[in-house]
């Protein structure tokens, strides 16, 4: 029978059971951790992919999705993953970037020398964006230094839009319109695309925080964005988190978690850094074994 939403009940069941190894297979991929008192949320984007790949039961589906047919283990991921974010959001971190947390990374380099900055997750662009503006804004070296960005995470579909740059009224709430003049393109009534040259300043990958393999590959940043994405994860994916964003900065370099996060609960490799602005977490300057 057609429900008020129009949709089909379903003619299969999904027990407790399958909920718990599905779960189980999500957390083993993602790190996400979602427990039963989300089964409304897990339920409703469950149904739409074993609805999408024609399967018709939860149990065909696991069984594609084991197989990953079809590279269904992105396309569950990408429906998933929760992609709030907004330019310029918890901005005490961007003000503490240019208002010390620059100066301390580059008096460790040589003039004109290489800064490199991770914003993982950067879920739909927003973040990676709001630090090349920002730093174009409010960092008067910003020419003396060879500034690389990239912005990473796990959902490609999310990371398709940040390529493309297109953004809605309430993803640049925070902006001025005199920033929102200077960086952006006006495309319709309420869109408003990155300008070309900003776009293609900032490199877009996919990067899985919970998989060393994956994080290997990416090395020797100064500075890292990790926020709000712990929150999601339990003890041993932010533990692991940890451990491989220690290896994917350079000695010294730092971290940026979201408000609600702390790394001192996580793991002791990194140390507290009090900058007027905002804590952020260092990794030692080197190796005392
Ligand atoms: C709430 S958004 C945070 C975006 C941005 N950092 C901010 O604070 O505004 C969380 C993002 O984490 C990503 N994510 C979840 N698990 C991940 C993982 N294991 N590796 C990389 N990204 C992940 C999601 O795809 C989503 O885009």
Redesign the pocket.
């Given at each position: 029978m057609a429900g008020r939403t129009g949709r089909q009940s379903p003619a299969y069941d999904i027990t407790p059971d399958e909920v718990l190894r599905f779960c189980d297979f999500l957390y083993r991929r993602?790190?996400?951790s979602f427990s039963e008192d989300k089964r409304y949320y897990i339920d409703r984007r469950l149904r739409d992919r074993i609805d999408a790949t024609g399967s018709l039961s939860f149990q065909a589906y696991f069984s594609l999705l084991r197989a990953d047919a079809d590279h269904e283990i992105e396309q569950l991921i990408n429906s998933f993953?929760?992609?709030?974010?907004y330019f310029f959001?918890e901005d005490h971190q961007l003000k503490c970037l240019t208002a010390g947390l620059l100066d301390s990374i580059v008096s460790r380099k040589p003039p004109g020398g290489t800064v490199r900055i991770w914003?993982?997750?950067?879920?739909s662009g927003?973040?990676p964006y709001s630090i090349a503006i920002w730093l174009l804004e409010n960092w008067p070296q910003v020419d003396s230094y060879n500034i690389e960005i990239v912005g990473?995470?796990?959902?490609t579909r999310?990371l398709k839009a940040a390529a493309e740059g297109i953004y809605r009224d309430r993803a640049l709430m925070r902006l001025s319109r005199d920033i929102i003049s200077r960086y952006f393109i006006p495309i319709s009534d309420d869109r408003y695309q990155i300008d070309e040259g900003l776009r293609n300043s900032i490199e877009f990958t996919r990067?899985?925080?919970?998989d060393a393999r994956d994080m290997a590959t990416y090395r020797d940043f100064d500075l890292i964005?990790c926020?709000?994405?712990l929150i999601?994860f339990d003890d041993a994916s932010r533990r692991q988190t940890a451990e491989n964003l220690c290896d994917c900065l350079r000695p010294g370099g730092y971290i940026c978690l979201?408000h609600s996060e702390s790394m001192s609960r996580i793991s002791p490799l990194f140390s507290v850094s009090r900058f007027p602005d905002a804590i952020v977490y260092q990794k030692p300057e080197a190796d005392h074994g």
């Open positions: 993602t790190g996400m993953t929760v992609n709030e974010t959001r914003s993982i997750p950067c879920a927003e973040e990473s995470d796990i959902d999310a990067a899985n925080l919970i964005f926020r709000n994405v999601y979201g």
